[in-house]
């Protein structure tokens, strides 16, 4: 371990923890060093994820090692070797071979946690196109909003996601050449336009040579939101390999032999870089639920599959929360011994819950779509600060700043004071662009720093304290929502005039999705029109997007240029002062 000077032998890595010393390990850090403990292609042919993923551990004493534990949410388990996935993964990227896939093509994948989709993903990876995970739960709408700002040629989706959610935009998605489906639970009937998934497989050769890859040629893209304009690709390189890599290392503590849980969906970011890339590159034994959340369920896959490390989400431990501790205590849950959350912030009684319920603390940690990895974390080696994200990882310089009205950035040093969460750019995992929108792009950044839209503050010994957002997307159950992606469905109603979506706290989900609408002349407020509005949204967007809550309002609140004021509705709903509403319109 060339960054860690106190582990010398292989007794002390399988038992320290990877952080031990935090000044000493951010001292010796370098990403050299860290891409020093990946193998590279062959030949000196670049850095591709998958390669360091599956290939490298696919031969000798460690190619029978399960890599992924899949558990079906019927009761099936299926064990995917090393070997196995080495295998598979072959033949998908030799199926986007004969398809005439090319690097750089975007490959998408709609589908829940099924084996296929994590084929594809590290196939996809092989054959150096680039993978775009699309999250289940989304309406026809968000979807096709993806593959169009995507430019989808190859899409991998099921038979009945196909059927309810895509078949009916096929026609708007010229780019779009080739649909792979997975058959659920009858094997597929011929839908005009698609092909048959596991057809292709068996029908592919099981070896395939990954071609030479800069660690700069793109790899992944993961959709997010802004508080205005459509979904944002944020885009992804294969050098991004090397923080997933040693952010699993260093924050989520792998050592050899763990049991690693990540319970996110690969359709969102975690679910990628923690669900997929770096368990494998770590070469753990990942395990992969199909299931949603159910306590029982997930105290059970902890024992069973006797779980050393789990990294999940706050509102999952909220509902953990609401069922209590006595649940837990039924089962035997040894095994764990490092405990993790993202995605939103921690409450410390979350934390304090966590030492009762489990025995050890839930350690938060801080990222976002954008720096594709984990950047601020609270350590295995060191005290949780409940209710903080933590401190940046080695090879991380995290800063809390203020731009000042002539585009200045200013970083605020006293401690203590909020401003804006500011990274110096530089770290393999952080995003390239987003797609096709430089502009938005070259917006993330000034006075040398990637402003990453948090505010935050910093307390006197370099611990990161979330405060908030400082713009209005909404995070609910961990998932971030455009307001803008919601509004624009609502007001094609017929009965619609105008719409404002905020984010209204909820003791679980962190935030629901709530919407207020104006309506057009001729149109009443009703319990009728209301529900018919919801199940217009919920049919468009999907359960994951739509509203939870509609509101009338005769008119929404506006600047005198025009724009709907958010904040002050938000502000309302709150019951909160209703700040500067200078430019409200009259
Ligand atoms: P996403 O890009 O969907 O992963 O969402 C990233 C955003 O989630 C961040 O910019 C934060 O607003 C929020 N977030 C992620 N992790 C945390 C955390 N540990 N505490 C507070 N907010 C978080």
């Not at 000044?23 to 020093?36: D, I």
């Not at 010994?461 to 159950?477: E, H, L, Q």
Request: proline residues 6%; charged residues 20%.
């Amino acid at each position: 371990m060339p960054w860690n000077p106190i582990i010398k032998s292989r007794r002390d890595w399988e038992t320290i923890p990877n952080l031990h010393d935090y000044e000493a390990v951010r001292k010796g850090f370098s990403w050299e060093n860290a891409r020093a403990e990946l193998d590279g292609l062959p030949d000196g042919q670049g850095l591709n994820m998958a390669h360091e993923a599956v290939v490298r551990h696919a031969t000798g004493a460690q190619a029978q090692q399960t890599a992924i534990r899949w558990l079906g949410k019927n009761g099936q388990v299926e064990n995917y070797s090393y070997a196995r996935l080495d295998e598979l993964t072959n033949r998908f990227a030799n199926v986007l071979q004969t398809l005439g896939a090319i690097k750089g093509d975007r490959v998408f994948v709609l589908a829940g946690r099924i084996p296929e989709l994590y084929i594809t993903a590290l196939g996809t990876l092989k054959h150096r196109a680039v993978f775009c995970p699309l999250f289940s739960a989304f309406g026809p709408e968000p979807i096709r909003a993806r593959l169009t700002i995507g430019q989808a040629t190859v899409l991998v989706t099921t038979e009945s996601l196909y059927q309810r959610k895509v078949a009916g935009i096929r026609e708007t998605l010229p780019h779009l050449k080739h649909v792979l489906l997975i058959g659920d639970e009858q094997q597929s009937t011929d839908l005009p336009g698609t092909q048959n998934f596991h057809q292709l497989l068996e029908q592919a050769p099981s070896t395939y040579r990954i071609g030479p890859t800069d660690p700069e040629d793109a790899a992944l893209l993961h959709f997010t939101s802004g508080t205005t304009g459509t979904p944002k690709g944020a885009l992804h390189v294969h050098g991004a390999v090397v923080a997933h890599h040693i952010t699993g290392t260093l924050a989520l503590d792998f050592h050899p032999m763990d049991i690693f849980w990540c319970t996110a969906d690969p359709g969102w970011v975690t679910g990628t870089s923690y669900g997929i890339i770096a368990p494998l590159t770590n070469r753990l034994t990942s395990i992969v639920d199909e299931a949603d959340f159910e306590a029982e369920r997930w105290y059970g896959i902890l024992q069973d599959q006797r779980v050393s490390v789990w990294y999940t989400a706050p509102t999952a431990i909220r509902m953990m929360m609401k069922v209590g501790v006595a649940l837990v205590r039924k089962y035997d849950l040894r095994r764990l011994r490092f405990l993790a959350s993202v995605g939103e912030p921690l409450n410390p009684e979350a934390v304090v819950w966590g030492e009762q319920a489990f025995g050890r603390p839930f350690h938060d940690n801080w990222w976002q779509t954008e720096t594709g990895g984990i950047m601020i974390a609270n350590y295995a080696a060191m005290d949780v600060r409940p209710g903080s994200m933590g401190r940046p990882l080695p090879g991380i310089e995290a800063g809390i700043v203020k731009t000042t009205e002539s585009g200045e950035v200013e970083v605020l040093k006293e401690p203590g004071l909020q401003g804006e969460l500011a990274l110096r750019p530089g770290w393999p995992s952080m995003f390239r662009s987003y797609w096709n929108e430089p502009e938005r792009y070259k917006k993330c950044f000034a006075g040398g720093w990637y402003l990453t839209g948090d505010v935050a503050q910093k307390d006197a010994d370099g611990y990161f304290w979330f405060v908030g957002r400082a713009d209005d997307v909404i995070k609910t159950s961990g998932h971030l929502i455009g307001p803008f992606e919601v509004e624009s469905v609502l007001i094609e109603h017929k009965a619609v005039a105008e719409a404002a979506v905020i984010g209204k706290p909820d003791p679980v989900a962190m935030e629901i999705v709530k919407a207020f609408v104006s309506l057009k002349d001729g149109y009443e407020p009703s319990d009728a029109l209301r529900r018919e509005l919801l199940g217009f949204a919920r049919t468009r967007l999907g359960a994951a997007i739509a509203p939870k809550e509609i509101a009338f309002l005769p008119t929404l609140p506006k600047t005198r240029s025009g724009k709907i004021m958010r904040r002050l509705l938000k502000a309302r709903e709150l019951g909160l002062p209703e700040g500067d509403t200078s430019t409200l319109e009259a």
